[in-house]
């Protein structure tokens, strides 16, 4: 709906004033996030796939997994190759290009939980140690931003993982092949993420676009299924010693409703 | 509450002054009822009013100010002048030539070209656009003699001194005309090459020692020791 | 407990050596270089000065443009000299964790320009840089509401440790780069890398203040001397 390159001042004195009064213009819950909507398998040429709406909010994730190198520093690990694309279509504010430090943040944000969160255990995916190994791409798409750009790259990411399957490879003369057959990923943990804005002196879970203009202050926090914290990026404005802890502990009960919605899709993943 | 004039050094950050009814001067902010510094400055509080020199900043240009600028860009119906600001000082070219001119008849560059030095006054600024300058009046105008020199803009009021005080005594001492750019730079034309090296010197002196007290006393030592030695 | 020493034989919450001076580079508006250990950090700071090119610039406040890059021979092995995802990520992180802390709306239409160098990496680059690129904003005479301190905190070998070395950074559980503002208790900058349970964050971070606090009475102290040894030399003249 929104094309609108400036928000309104007035908008954004509205919404100051309601979270003043700890109120929201979409009239949310502080700690709520919009409705959650995850789609399984939608790219069936891929190896896993997802697509999830936060709100307004549109991510598609696409994994595809092949054979490759490892990294000379980890012979024996898996290689995780995260890419997060937010395309022209997405916002009148996207251009096309090569990923701007925005796309290359929020890539980081999803490779560092998914990676720091110990999701899928690398070293499983080793068919000969520093020769060859599984790859897997998770590219991610942003294709329409109302906001909370990183929670639903994290969440299509996930998802897509959590679909993903691989196929079985056979070594023979030390060279690996691939055949038909799959298995699904060696998957350990479930990371997902909430990310909250401070706006005066409320903070908000899963801004809309509006709102992450009219913030001051900004955080992601990533739990495991443990309530482990697995990521954090507070890179934009200042919060109180006292808004952290507290954006800590709203960002975990955020995040395991969250998590609810994606055992809908995939039971095991709390 | 009182006058107090303590030209303490206080960084950003750093609390000035703790009260009620203190009113807000430069370079500083208030959260709650302390005030506190946002550069690294002498503070000072005079009739209850809290401020910091600042030791170190960038020219913003004010209306009514004198500055002393460079020509960077000559263009059809105006000159571009670098005021060692963030913002450009721009000089119309009516404001050379006069009222009526033809721009297929006339070329800037035989007025003024890049890299001159020009003394103007600010007409007009607000942070939105350039900075207007102006040429027309007593001493503004192209410049052909003498030596730059650059000061800090902030110690600017220093290089003045009380009412004056150093400039004056500067200017008398070493017999050089002194052109005071609030853009931080100086002109200095006098009656020998030396003695505006030493006029130089003196405004690098007073830039580097700004917050040093006892600056009058020293300057006034190294001209009398300095014209006595017949350096002229 | 008490068994406990890290691979530099440092305590859980002891700091590396730290140099700082201020003013180190003529050209710039402001300057300064940190050493952190191993790790040194060279910055410089531009502005506000005229944006290139001009439509960049905002009507109502300065812009913060910041480029963290790591020198080629910073490293063991010798580093592209072309800015890297980490890279790019860390320049806008460090961009935002400053840029809060200036009054940016006092210069419009201007662009105030950080330049982060790397020179020797051994963990806490991204700390390093901030603390001098706050020394260096603050040389510059640009306003600001505090100094911004940072240092990382992390998990090694189970326990939390300040200060990481390069080494530990590569074995650590969890590393947590951190900057705030000590004497204003404002973060400007945190990121985890790594898992921590929630009382673990908290020790983490708690360790974290201490160190800041520490670093920012160093920053303090190398601005003021930066201006009293010119004091100093003046009267000792005389």
């Not at chain 1, 599984?134 to 929670?151: A, Q």
């Amino acid at each position: 709906m929104s094309s609108r390159l400036v928000i309104p001042e007035l908008t954004k004195r509205r919404i100051r004033e309601l979270a003043s009064q700890r109120r929201r213009i979409d009239k949310r819950g502080l700690a709520e996030f919009r409705t959650v909507f995850i789609e399984r398998g939608i790219i069936p040429q891929a190896d896993g796939s997802a697509l999830v709406h936060i709100g307004n909010t549109k991510a598609i994730a696409g994994i595809k997994i092949d054979l490759g190198q490892p990294y000379p520093d980890m012979p024996n690990a898996g290689v995780l190759a995260v890419n997060v694309e937010l395309m022209p279509l997405a916002s009148p504010t996207f251009e096309p290009g090569p990923p701007d430090e925005r796309a290359v943040e929020v890539a980081r944000i999803v490779d560092r939980a998914i990676r720091e969160g110990r999701m899928i255990d690398l070293e499983e995916l080793v068919i000969t140690p520093g020769r060859e190994v599984y790859v897997i791409f998770v590219d991610t798409y942003l294709v329409d931003h109302d906001g909370n750009m990183i929670d639903a790259c994290v969440l299509a990411s996930v998802a897509a993982l959590l679909d993903a399957t691989m196929r079985k490879a056979i070594v023979s003369e030390g060279r690996a092949r691939l055949i038909d057959e799959r298995s699904p990923l060696p998957i350990r943990h479930y990371p997902l993420t909430a990310t909250i804005c401070r706006i005066g002196e409320t903070l908000i879970v899963d801004p809309i676009l509006e709102e992450e203009e009219t913030a001051e202050a900004r955080i992601t926090i990533g739990f495991d299924e443990e309530d482990r914290i697995c990521m954090i990026q507070h890179s934009i404005g200042m919060l109180r010693y006292s808004e952290l802890y507290q954006a800590i502990n709203i960002s975990r009960e955020a995040v395991s409703r969250l998590r609810k919605e994606l055992c809908k899709v995939f039971p095991n993943a709390g | 509450m009182s006058t107090i004039e303590e030209r303490r050094l206080v960084l950003p950050g750093d609390l000035v002054v703790e009260g009620e009814g203190y009113e807000l001067g430069a370079n500083v902010y208030r959260d709650g009822v302390k005030i506190y510094s946002q550069v690294i400055g002498l503070a000072s509080i005079v009739d209850n009013k809290v401020s910091v020199t600042a030791l170190k900043g960038v020219y913003i240009p004010k209306r009514g100010d004198i500055v002393v600028g460079i020509v960077r860009e000559v263009g059809i119906t105006r000159w571009l002048i670098d005021i060692n600001s963030p913002y450009q000082g721009v000089l119309p070219a009516v404001d050379v030539i006069g009222r009526k001119f033809s721009t297929d008849k006339i070329d800037l560059k035989d007025y003024l070209k890049v890299g001159d030095v020009i003394v103007a006054r600010v007409v007009s600024f607000d942070r939105t656009t350039d900075a207007i300058l102006t040429v027309d009046g007593k001493g503004l105008g192209r410049v052909d003699n003498g030596r730059l020199e650059y000061i800090t803009p902030t110690k600017i009021p220093r290089l003045i001194g009380k009412k004056g005080s150093m400039i004056n005594l500067i200017k008398k001492e070493s017999g050089c005309n002194i052109t005071i750019g609030k853009n931080g730079v100086i002109l200095i034309e006098g009656p020998s090459r030396e003695l505006e090296e030493l006029v130089a010197e003196l405004v690098k002196k007073i830039d580097r020692e700004a917050h040093v007290p006892g600056l009058t006393d020293r300057v006034a030592e190294i001209l009398r020791s300095s014209m006595k030695g017949g350096q002229v | 407990m008490s068994e406990f020493t890290r691979r530099d034989g440092r305590k859980p919450d002891e700091l590396r050596p730290i140099k700082m001076k201020v003013g180190v580079l003529d050209k710039a508006d402001g300057s300064a270089y940190v050493e952190q250990g191993g790790t040194k950090v060279l910055v410089a700071v531009y502005g506000p000065r005229e944006v290139h090119p001009r439509h960049l610039g905002l009507p109502e406040s300065a812009i913060v443009r910041c480029r963290y890059h790591m020198a080629p021979f910073s490293t063991k092995e010798r580093k592209s000299p072309t800015p890297t995802r980490r890279e790019i990520e860390l320049s806008k992180v460090i961009k935002e964790a400053l840029a809060s802390t200036i009054m940016l709306d006092l210069y419009p239409r201007t662009t105030i320009d950080i330049f982060v160098e790397v020179l020797q990496a051994d963990g806490g680059t991204r700390c390093a840089g901030i603390t001098a690129a706050s020394l260096a904003l603050a040389h510059a005479g640009i306003p600001m509401i505090d100094l911004v301190s940072a240092c990382a905190v992390g998990k090694w070998n189970g326990r939390i440790i300040v200060d990481l070395t390069g080494e530990e950074d590569e074995e650590c559980e969890a590393d947590m780069p951190v900057a705030l503002m000590p004497s204003l208790e404002r973060v400007t900058l945190i990121q985890l890398n790594g898992r921590l349970t929630p009382d673990e964050f908290l020790e983490a971070f708690n360790l974290a203040v201490k160190a800041c606090k520490y670093i920012g009475e160093l920053q303090k102290a190398t601005l003021r001397s930066y201006y009293e040894k010119i004091k100093e030399e003046v009267l000792y003249e005389q």
